[in-house]
């Protein structure tokens, strides 16, 4: 098994560009979970889904878009990037919503100029 | 709502040292707990859990945590620090009730610093 991978690694965008980031897992996890990491917040919690094609949104969901269109997928769309949205950011996945026990990616790095 | 604290957000032992990390929550029910450590540039990495079982819990690494209801406490131990220990840790409590929504809430991070 791969677990949660991410791509790209990196990434710079210019104020105003919009992206997706992408995130997958091979282990028939129903719940997906996206957060940002910035310093000292801890990790925060954008959105998150309990299967293919339910999301919702998590503590800090304004300029991000989420979809499920599959088990494995979970993309992040940054609509219109601003140096805010500065952040790593991480997906994460676990065997259901009553399990808690979340797997991570590796994570991207992000920087809006 | 769910909430959790860490205190210190950076400690510093020396290799051989006890580590400890502190790590309070809030809840109106029995959580799940958990750490996770993050070492540099790498995703996080599950250390142990509790749920609900036996109320020290050992993990990975020789960390463990004992969860104390009376205190609100998660805090994680080892009685010996490594210089592979320095990493970032994180206590996170789960969203369970009322809306069991699989969310888990992170604390803001602990910087562990290990001296040779």
């Known amino acids: 098994n791969a677990g949660v991978t991410q791509t790209p690694k990196f990434q710079v965008l210019k104020t105003g560009q919009s992206m997706t980031l992408q995130c997958a897992q091979d282990?028939?996890?129903?719940?997906m979970s996206w957060y940002r990491q910035d310093p000292g917040m801890g990790l925060r919690l954008i959105h998150y889904?309990?299967?293919?094609?339910?999301?919702d949104q998590g503590e800090v969901p304004n300029g991000y878009n989420v979809s499920r269109s599959t088990t494995e997928d979970f993309p992040l769309r940054l609509l219109s990037a601003a140096p805010s949205q500065t952040s790593v950011y991480f997906c994460?996945?676990?065997?259901?919503?009553?399990?808690?026990?979340?797997?991570f990616g590796p994570g991207t790095r992000l920087t809006v100029t | 709502a769910q909430s959790v604290t860490q205190l210190g957000s950076h400690v510093s032992v020396s290799e051989g040292a006890l580590v400890l990390l502190r790590c309070n929550y809030s809840?109106?029910?029995?959580?799940?707990l958990f750490w996770y450590v993050q070492y540099p540039n790498q995703g996080l990495q599950l250390l142990l859990k509790?749920?609900?079982?036996?109320?020290l819990v050992k993990g990975i690494n020789g960390f463990e945590a004992e969860f104390k209801k009376s205190e609100t406490s998660f805090h994680l131990t080892k009685p010996s620090a490594h210089m592979s220990d320095a990493a970032e840790y994180f206590c996170?409590?789960?969203?369970?009730?009322?809306?069991?929504?699989?969310?888990?809430?992170f604390g803001q991070g602990t910087t562990l610093q290990v001296k040779p």
């Open positions: 282990m028939n996890h129903e719940y």
């Open positions: 509790y749920t609900s079982a036996a109320t």
């Open positions: 994460a996945s676990s065997y259901d919503r009553a399990t808690y026990e979340q797997y």
């Open positions: 889904s309990v299967g293919a094609g339910i999301t």
């Open positions: 996170a409590v789960s969203d369970r009730y009322p809306s069991n929504t699989g969310k888990l809430i």
């Open positions: 809840s109106s029910v029995p959580p799940y």
